[in-house]
């Protein structure tokens, strides 16, 4: 809107230069040449007054001219430079204040994820975290940040080095609990993955490696979780070929008009009300209407569980259904 408006008085200032300058010629019949009409509009309209370069006091009909348009055009002028400069302090103002604001909802942040990087990627990232029901703050790099905007999924930002220590903490990865690496060079990310863990134990790291040969580095860094892009991709590729119907299935269910529909986990904690119980017992699906798609004890994973099978804590059950009631049943049995 600052933008457009600015835009407006710069051409309102290049019209006030082109008609006094084409009314000079016009007044003096095209006999002067179009850089004195121009100078004289120039000086005019600007009161530096070095002297006439066209003979006004010859033409009543120039000097009536002149008059005008030093009155009217001036006017403008100088109206239009003052309406910038205050756009401009109030743009910084603006922007200073909202940096402030941002930072003490940061501040008041806990259990967050922090997204440092992400280029292309960041704003579908981002947004699928917070439609997931996660609170998020992204590093970029100054000029990188997205820009603030009132739409359903406002982001939490911070400008400056994502390698840099000052910005982690800024970010609140010590309340943090976990943190989605996807720096452009892997040498960047992996030293944000170890900065990140040595500031965070409990932290959950998630890192994004373009090259597969240094991937046990990240892991040696304290990386959970290393994701390849080239291979997602390729297997995406592979899977719209052979099962496309299954892959058209899976992105209609993230554009659901049911809602935010989404395969989530529900971990079964000693305090739940799960465990000791039986899957059939628990009414999931009748309840809260969420299908169960497998569970997951240490490192077996069940697909498909009977409806006999004993729940006990340590397991996490993987489901699939509208993300917010996903989300109540988390906080009522974890």
């Not at 309102?12 to 004195?36: M, P, S």
């Not at 976990?178 to 992996?190: E, F, N, R, T």
């Not at 994004?208 to 990240?218: E, G, L, T, Y």
């Not at 009977?306 to 906080?331: C, F, H, P």
Request: charged share 20%; hydrophobic share 45%.
């Amino acid at each position: 809107m600052i933008q457009k408006r600015i835009t407006t008085f710069l051409l309102g200032i290049l019209l006030v230069v082109a008609i006094g300058t084409f009314g000079y010629f016009l007044i003096f019949h095209g006999q002067e040449r179009w850089i004195d009409c121009l100078y004289m509009t120039v000086i005019s309209i600007t009161s530096v007054g070095y002297g006439e370069i066209l003979d006004v006091s010859s033409s009543i009909a120039a000097q009536i001219f002149t008059m005008g348009l030093i009155t009217f055009g001036m006017g403008f002028i100088l109206y239009a430079i003052s309406s910038i400069t205050a756009f401009l302090i109030e743009g910084e103002l603006s922007g200073v204040r909202r940096r402030r604001r941002m930072n003490r909802e940061i501040n008041r942040l806990t259990g967050h994820i922090i997204l440092v990087g992400g280029g292309e990627t960041r704003r579908a990232l981002a947004h699928e975290l917070i439609t997931c029901g996660e609170q998020v703050v992204v590093i970029e790099q100054e000029g990188e940040a997205p820009a603030p905007n009132s739409s359903a999924h406002p982001f939490l930002y911070i400008e400056g080095d994502p390698t840099d220590d000052v910005n982690l903490e800024k970010a609140g990865i010590g309340r943090a609990k976990g943190v989605v690496i996807a720096l452009p060079q892997d040498k960047d990310s992996l030293y944000v993955t170890m900065t990140a863990r040595m500031m965070n134990k409990n932290l959950r790291i998630v890192a994004q490696v373009s090259d597969p040969k240094i991937a046990p580095k990240f892991t040696m860094a304290g990386a959970d979780s290393i994701v390849s892009p080239n291979t997602i991709g390729a297997l995406r590729m592979a899977s719209e070929m052979v099962r496309p119907t299954a892959v058209d299935f899976l992105d209609q269910m993230l554009r659901s008009e049911q809602g935010p529909l989404r395969i989530h986990e529900l971990p079964i904690t000693p305090d739940s009300p799960m465990d000791g119980r039986r899957l059939s017992e628990t009414d999931l699906r009748r309840e809260h209407d969420l299908l169960v798609l497998g569970l997951k004890d240490k490192e077996a994973i069940l697909f498909n569980p009977d409806a006999d099978t004993l729940l006990t804590s340590g397991m996490t059950l993987v489901v699939m259904g509208n993300i917010d009631e996903i989300k109540r049943l988390q906080a009522r049995v974890s």
